[in-house]
């Protein structure tokens, strides 16, 4: 059983650039997280998805878009990219509806903007 | 002031030692308690998590949550090297779409 996947493993950008980052979810998990975590840092929440909508946004500016697939695969996209922005971009996903909905999450992509 | 504060260490300690890594939390919603374990450039991988106050064991590691004075604590005993990595507290509400809060993230490094 495939736990959480992401592509690519690392990226450089430079400034002003986009990006897209992709995940794929644990086998039967339906809602996928995005989190960013800079260095030294705790991850950050920048989204939720569950089926195709964004349920839930952090405190991230519109640059910071997403999408959830039918598969429950999912796209995190940044706009118009800042140093700022380098950063591990971690994907957790779980399943809604249990009582507790545990986040699995991946090894992340490893973003940096130059 | 952030939600979660903990300490990021990091704290050192020699094997077979008794670990206590700490949080403090700010939102009375809280309800959902968590440990993650983090190797350097992996991703965070869960190790427990309690549901409202009280204590929880699994095996060498007990966490305690005390939410009237919103504390929260891990307890790892006879440490080995290979807990040597970074510890997150995490966060969240009981019910909706539930966003994980996490703190800092505290460096633990255990010598042979």
């Known amino acids: 059983d495939a736990g959480v996947t992401q592509s690519p493993t690392h990226l450089i950008k430079t400034r002003g650039q986009q990006v897209t980052l992709r995940c794929s979810p644990k086998?039967?998990?339906?809602?996928v997280s995005w989190y960013q975590q800079a260095l030294g840092q705790g991850p950050q929440f920048i989204f939720q998805?569950?089926?195709?909508?964004?349920?839930q946004r952090g405190n991230f500016p519109d640059r910071f878009s997403g999408h959830q697939f039918p598969n429950y695969s999912s796209e995190l996209n940044v706009n118009a990219l800042l140093l700022g922005d380098s950063a591990l971009y971690l994907c957790?996903?779980?399943?809604?509806?249990?009582?507790?909905?545990?986040?699995?999450f991946g090894p992340g992509t490893r973003l940096t903007v130059l | 002031q952030k939600e979660v504060e903990q300490d990021p260490g990091p704290l050192s300690v020699p094997e077979g030692a008794i670990v206590s890594l700490n949080c403090t939390y700010s939102?009375?919603?809280?309800?959902?308690f968590m440990w993650y374990r983090q190797y350097s450039r992996k991703g965070p991988e869960l190790l427990m998590y309690?549901?409202?106050?009280g204590n929880k064991e699994d095996g060498r590691f007990t966490a305690q949550v005390d939410k009237s004075s919103k504390y929260i604590s891990l307890f790892i005993r006879d440490s080995q090297p290979s807990d040597s990595a970074t510890y997150l507290c995490?966060?969240?509400?009981?019910?909706?779409?539930?966003?994980?809060?996490f703190g800092t993230g505290t460096r633990l490094l255990v010598s042979p």
């Open positions: 957790a996903s779980s399943l809604r509806g249990v009582s507790y909905n545990e986040q699995f």
């Open positions: 086998s039967g998990h339906d809602t």
């Open positions: 998805y569950y089926e195709e909508e964004e349920r």
């Open positions: 939102n009375s919603a809280f309800q959902y």
């Open positions: 309690t549901y409202s106050s």
């Open positions: 995490a966060m969240s509400g009981a019910t909706g779409f539930q966003k994980l809060v």
